[in-house]
């Protein structure tokens, strides 16, 4: 198989979009964490 290439930039994807999914998940809490109960 020659899909090195292509595997790398998808596993590049994957992580710049599990860290875009981190942030956001971060953010969220901390809105609701000020929120009043």
């Known amino acids: 198989m020659r899909a ?11 992580l ?4 875009l999914a981190a942030v956001v998940a971060l953010l969220l809490a901390a809105q609701f964490g000020r929120l009043p109960a």
Request: proline share 0%.
């Open 16 to 19: 710049a979009y599990a860290l």
């Open 4 to 14: 090195s290439r292509s595997e790398i930039a998808v596993k590049k994807v994957y």
